[in-house]
């Protein structure tokens, strides 16, 4: 029987290319397993089931992949490959999410509304939650295995039905496209939804007045996914697209206090609150003979895995800004033991030695939940530099050779789900 590297290397590689497309694929069973999920079983498996080299390079692809662009999707993901969605009683049908980012959405549909015999509806809605699937559950072992929370339901006609979030606010304009309809039974809908932050912006526009809704939710760390749904009405005609146009922080106004965990006194450089993964960065500390760096870490409430903790990135760049110009990066560090690396830029040595005392992973998450006060020791000789620290039972010692000469070399750091101070 083969083993290692005795296997041939495409076969190493369909290996756990065959193994995350099964975990990613709806089956007739269920449906695509969470990222998170598959990312677990690619990280535990590498070294048994996997070749440790392309788990590693799986690994490094799913961080990449932050929307899950790369699981199996229908022609029309949201409506399981059609245009339009018949809804009776409220809750009856309900589409996938539609996931909403800083990156301006708009959705353009009608509606009509339809009868139960004398019970009439309240027509179409749009459903705000966040689930590991990106899908709206209502049983309570689903709820909790994918994490489900419902922040509100929003209604065309500008009510709304809040669950989780700090605030909503409705303010009506007159349309700027007014036009009678062709048919006065079916109304057409014009929406765009962005998200910055902790804060939802849903603009709907019906052709004589326009609707704007702005939700504060109660955290920065969750994604936000649209429902479409309604009560007893015909949507038709759905039509989904991403624009490309990203939003910058004044775009949506505040209509509550920003959500922080950084407040107090701040060192040498400014505190950190990373709400996702590498969201921010603290800003470059050049890293000369020797460089001590002491913080304190917490994860954030809604921190929930293993690599919800504080990263570190080795880089250089011109302005010595992470992603400035000319910006090579050399590895980037998790205080959980795992590492990633540009293997043309530089070559990483990772040491991982888990003491005899160590309580486990869900012990870890704890200790990150409850806070701990972190020191990284960096030594630099020449193009070698040498990165070690100790938290809970880990001792982590990172060898960086740098392939090129970069004179003025930075660490940043940086993390995912995580407040730096």
Not at 131 to 144: A, F, M, P, V, W
Not at 269 to 279: A, F, S, Y
Request: net charge negative; with cysteine; proline share 3%.
């Amino acid at each position: 029987k083969l083993k290692g590297e005795d296997i041939p290397e495409i076969a190493r590689i369909i290996s756990v290319a065959d193994a995350y497309d099964a975990m990613t694929s709806n089956r007739s069973y269920r449906t695509a397993l969470p990222q998170d999920l598959v990312r677990e079983e690619i990280v535990k498996g590498a070294g048994t089931q996997f070749d440790p080299k392309f788990a590693e390079i799986m690994r490094k692809l799913i961080d990449i992949d932050v929307d899950y662009q790369m699981k199996e999707k229908n022609s029309v993901t949201e409506l399981a490959g059609k245009n339009e969605l018949i809804c009776g009683k409220r809750r009856e049908k309900i589409s996938d999410g539609i996931v909403i980012t800083n990156n301006i959405t708009k959705i353009h549909m009608k509606a009509k509304l339809t009868e139960n015999g004398s019970e009439k509806g309240r027509g179409p809605s749009l459903l705000l939650f966040d689930s590991l699937d990106g899908r709206y559950h209502n049983d309570e072992k689903t709820i909790r295995d994918l994490v489900y929370s419902e922040f509100c339901e929003v209604w065309l006609d500008g009510g709304y039905d809040s669950a989780d979030v700090r605030k909503v606010q409705v303010k009506t304009f007159m349309s700027d496209t007014r036009k009678e309809p062709a048919d006065r039974d079916i109304r057409e809908y014009n929406i765009e939804a962005v998200k910055y932050k902790d804060h939802v912006l849903i603009s709907i526009d019906d052709g004589h007045k326009v609707i704007e809704v702005t939700v504060a939710l109660s955290d920065s760390s969750r994604y936000t996914y649209i429902g479409l749904t309604g009560e007893y009405c015909h949507i038709s005609d759905v039509s989904i697209e991403k624009t490309g146009r990203v939003i910058t922080s004044d775009y949506i106004s505040r209509i509550e206090d920003k959500i922080s965990y950084i407040e107090g006194p701040v060192g040498d450089i400014p505190n950190l609150q990373v709400d996702g993964h590498l969201t921010e960065y603290t800003e470059g500390i050049p890293i000369t003979n020797r460089l001590n760096i002491n913080f304190h870490t917490m994860s954030l409430p809604t921190a929930r895995l293993v690599w919800h903790c504080p990263y570190l990135v080795i880089y250089s760049s011109n302005d010595g800004r992470v992603k400035g110009p000319g910006y090579k990066e050399y590895v980037l560090v998790r205080l959980d033991g795992e590492n990633t690396d540009e293997e043309e830029m530089s070559e990483n040595t990772l040491i991982v030695d888990k003491k005899a005392d160590f309580e486990g992973w869900d012990a870890w998450k704890a200790f990150n939940k409850k806070g701990y006060d972190c020191n990284i020791k960096f030594v630099r000789k020449g193009n070698i530099i040498t990165t070690e620290t100790e938290n809970f039972q880990i001792y982590l010692k990172n060898t960086t050779k740098i392939l090129s000469h970069d004179p003025k070399i930075y660490i940043a750091l940086t993390g995912d789900q995580c407040a730096l101070t």
